[in-house]
């Protein structure tokens, strides 16, 4: 009996440890393994602990470097507040939301923080949700 016992314990703490190590290495991997374009830098350092690497944060704003994502017109909104803005001036950043490939909706985002440029209440829902199949398909 007791080996049956120590037997399934000690399968488990394999399981676990092996659980650990799999999970560390995948999200090392999801670090590293994005496509940089000339709009998205993969970080130089990821260190693997992140439960989503820094690249997709809009809490960490990791660069205080602007990007542009051809949507310099949207500047003229900077400071209106969410809840303000028209029908037409909500479809100018629909329009940029929905070109921008998904992987370039974090850093979009987080240009828009940079710049002072507050997301329509409207898009708010959508851009999330663009934001979070990318991070479920990594």
Request: charged letters at 30%.
């Amino acid at each position: 009996m007791w080996y049956l016992v120590s037997g399934i314990v000690i399968l488990g703490i394999i399981a676990a440890i092996t659980g650990f190590f799999d999970n560390r290495r995948r999200r090392s991997s999801a670090c590293n393994e994005t496509e940089a374009t000339d709009h998205t830098a993969v970080p130089a350092e990821c260190c693997g602990r992140h439960e989503v690497c820094e690249r997709d944060s809009l809490l960490t704003a990791a660069s205080k470097t602007i990007e542009y994502y051809d949507d310099e017109e949207l500047d003229v909104y900077r400071g209106t507040e969410p809840d303000r803005y028209n029908k037409t001036e909500v479809e100018e950043f629909r329009e940029v939301l929905y070109t921008l490939r998904e992987a370039e909706v974090a850093g979009w985002l987080r240009s828009l923080q940079l710049r002072g440029v507050n997301l329509p209440e409207e898009l708010k829902d959508e851009a999330l949700l663009i934001m979070e199949e990318q991070r479920n398909a990594l």
